[in-house]
T-cell receptor
C-alpha cells in the first residue's frame, strides 16, 4: 500500500515568488493534515481537511497561505508571495475519517527554502 | 496551554549503549494522548507509540521502552543496546482527548546519532 506522498521533495525559490506543494494521502483516508517545521523548532499544525472541507485552519500563519483539497483526494498548499520566514519542512499526514484517534501517517515532507 | 519540551537537542552515543530521550509535557486536560515519532534520514515521520493518560503502565517493544510518569508530566523513551539504524530525529507529541481533530503538539525533537 502506498504511503503519503509529497512533492516536490525540495523547492528553492526567491522571496516574492509563488510555490505550490502537493500531498497525496493514503487511499481511503478522509482526514488530511498539513504541518510545518521551521528549522530547529517544533512541528506545528497548520490545518485539517475532512474530505474536501476545512475542519480546522487555526494554524495557518497568514493569508499568503492557501490550502485546497478539491474532490477530497489530494491537497495543495500554495504560498503566495513567499517570504523568508516561510522556509521549513512542510509535512502532510492522513488518517481514516471514522477513527479520529488513529495514528497519523506522515509523508516525507517538502523542504522549502525561500532565498 | 499545551506544550511539549524536549530539552535534549542532540545526543551522540556509541553503538550498544543505552540512551534515554526525555519528554516533558504541559496540559490542563485530565485526559490526553502522548506520542513518539521517529524521523529517519529518509524524512517521513514514523509512528512509534501512543499512550493515553489513563494508562501509566510502562511499555516495552523490543529494544524500545517508554516510561510514562504522570506525577512529573514526563514520557521518556529509552533505546536499549542502540544501533546505527536508530539514528534519527525523535519527536514527542501531545494531543487532547476531546478534540475533533488530530492536532498534535510536538516538541522540538531530539537528534540521536549512534556511532558505530
Amino acid at each position: 500500500e502506498a504511503g503519503v506522498t509529497q512533492f516536490p521533495s525540495h523547492s528553492v525559490i526567491e522571496k516574492g515568488q509563488t510555490v505550490t506543494l502537493r500531498c497525496d494521502p493514503i487511499s481511503g483516508h478522509d482526514n488530511l493534515y498539513w504541518y510545518r517545521r521551521v528549522m530547529g523548532k517544533e512541528i506545528k499544525f497548520l490545518l485539517h481537511f475532512v474530505k474536501e472541507s476545512k475542519q480546522d485552519e487555526s494554524g495557518m500563519p497568514n493569508n499568503r497561505f492557501l490550502a485546497e483539497r478539491t474532490g477530497g483526494t489530494y491537497s495543495t498548499l500554495k504560498v503566495q508571495p513567499a517570504e523568508l520566514e516561510d522556509s521549513g519542512v512542510y509535512f502532510c499526514a492522513s488518517s481514516q475519517v471514522d477513527r479520529i484517534l488513529e495514528k497519523l501517517f506522515f509523508g516525507s515532507g517538502t523542504q522549502l527554502s525561500v532565498l | 496551554a499545551q506544550k511539549v519540551t524536549q530539552a535534549q537537542t542532540e545526543i551522540s552515543v556509541v553503538e550498544k549503549e543505552d540512551v534515554t530521550l526525555d519528554c516533558v509535557y504541559e496540559t490542563r486536560d485530565t485526559t490526553y494522548y502522548l506520542f513518539w515519532y521517529k524521523q529517519p534520514p529518509s524524512g517521513e515521520l514514523v509512528f512509534l507509540i501512543r499512550r493515553n493518560s489513563f494508562d501509566e503502565q510502562n511499555e516495552i517493544s523490543g529494544r524500545y521502552s517508554w516510561n510514562f510518569q504522570k506525577s512529573t508530566s514526563s514520557f521518556n523513551f529509552t533505546i536499549t543496546a542502540s544501533q546505527v539504524v536508530d539514528s534519527a530525529v525523535y519527536f514527542c507529541a501531545l494531543r487532547d482527548y476531546g478534540g475533533a481533530t488530530n492536532k498534535l503538539i510536538f516538541g522540538t525533537g531530539t537528534l540521536l546519532a549512534v556511532q558505530p
